[in-house]
């Protein structure tokens, strides 16, 4: 979806709401992205598995998220 060497933040939110039904967002925010607003956001994704991407693409980038 983006490139890693972008990264600058990588993060999993949960609301009241998400936590009751065991779901989360993940949100990939990019350094220099200019006008173009390059933040990504994944919702209703299983709790679990949004924080096994998480651990994935900070593994994969090398980022200090």
Known sequence: MTFFEKLQSVT???S???RRWHMATLAVDTVAAGPANHRIQ???????????ELRDIIQASDCVC
Do not use: I, N, R, T
């Open 12 to 14: 999993v939110k949960q």
């Open 16 to 18: 009241p709401f998400d």
């Open 42 to 52: 994944v919702e209703y994704l299983d709790s679990e598995h949004a924080v096994e």
